[in-house]
């Protein structure tokens, strides 16, 4: 069964997926990788956790935004 986001009695699984989309396209394209090689790689990052987390409010930024997080967060890695 697929998972559904709630956010104050509201669904907004759709609203997730599709930012999700934007953002893994968005990572795709600036590492140059497939879309699965990048959603693997964002699937592990603590970015994607909050994303996940409707609580956080991650899924109301703008996908740049996001992808931006992603970033900052895999240079603090390194």
Avoid: P, V
């Avoid at 997730?16 to 990572?27: A, G």
């Avoid at 790689?41 to 997080?69: P, R, V």
Wanted: proline share 0%; charged share 35%; net charge negative.
């Amino acid at each position: 069964m697929e998972k559904k986001y709630m956010y104050k009695g509201q669904d907004i699984t759709l609203d997730i997926l599709f930012k999700e989309e934007h953002i893994l396209s968005i990572i795709a394209e600036k590492d140059g990788k497939k879309f699965d090689d990048s959603y693997d790689d964002f699937l592990q990052s603590k970015t994607y956790g909050a994303l996940q987390n409707t609580a956080s409010l991650m899924w109301t930024e703008s996908a740049e935004f996001i992808a931006d997080e992603y970033y900052r967060e895999k240079s603090a890695a390194n």
